[in-house]
């Protein structure tokens, strides 16, 4: 069974620092995919970034990039000049496979609160 | 473009009835999920559709959770004789293709759903 973890419940950073945002992930199929999500207080789940398994290069989507180290299981998020909209809830997540067949299903860490300060 | 819509945005409800959920996924989207986001648990996937069809229901909790899906589009969840357990944030996500690597689920807004 896929098994995610975020062992930050909450995270500080300063307006304009960068800050990273763990996860380790557990799964034995070799083929999954990785994303991460931000939650905001309003409840809407945004998508942030993607990683494949098998993709040779980390992802990377304007100030987000993913710190994926295959061999250790993490995909760590970074966030690059943080910005005060930043704080919110983000969510580390692993695509299920089942056998063949990929339902897409997520399963999803506990979550980090990230809080902004000015 | 128009992205996920559910209703209603929040429920209130006596223990013992029965609720419904609605989702309206993305024009297109032939793959639907529902998840449920409570505080004990976190977010927990209940079930997936691939147009009508719900290939995998494990994540229902009891027989009291059923949905359907019609015309390959509008997602109904149903509760029966809630319990208060059942208070959590029921969301509901949509994406283009399950098998398909890099196609992210769209998430709704949720319904709040608080059984008293």
């Known amino acids: 069974a896929q098994k995610i973890t975020q062992t930050q419940p909450g995270m500080f950073v300063q307006e304009k620092e960068a800050v990273t945002l763990d996860c380790t992930y557990d799964t034995s199929d070799p083929s999954y995919g990785l994303f991460w999500y931000k939650q905001p207080s309003s409840g809407e789940m945004i998508f942030l970034i993607y990683q494949g398994s098998y993709d040779q290069q980390n992802a990377t989507e304007g100030r987000y990039s993913l710190n994926f180290q295959k061999a250790r299981k993490s995909a760590n998020l970074v966030i690059s000049a943080s910005q005060l909209g930043d704080s919110a809830m983000y969510f580390c997540a692993m695509r299920y496979n089942a056998g063949g067949t990929s339902y897409g299903k997520l399963t999803f860490g506990q979550g980090t609160i990230l809080t902004v300060h000015p | 473009g128009a992205g996920v819509s559910q209703s209603p945005s929040n429920k209130v409800t006596e223990k013992g009835k029965d609720v419904e959920l609605r989702c309206d996924p993305i024009s297109g989207h032939t793959a639907l999920y529902w998840y449920r986001q409570s505080l004990g648990q976190g977010l927990e996937f209940l079930i997936y559709f691939q147009g009508n069809s719900a290939p995998d229901k494990s994540g229902l909790p009891s027989d009291r959770f059923s949905a359907e899906r019609t015309g390959g589009s509008v997602s109904t969840l149903t509760i029966q004789r809630t319990q208060q357990e059942d208070s959590a944030v029921y969301l509901c996500?949509?994406?283009?293709?399950?098998?398909?690597?890099?196609?992210?689920?769209?998430f709704g807004p949720g319904t709040r759903l608080t059984v008293t």
């Open positions: 996500a949509s994406s283009l293709s399950p098998g398909q690597d890099a196609y992210e689920q769209y």
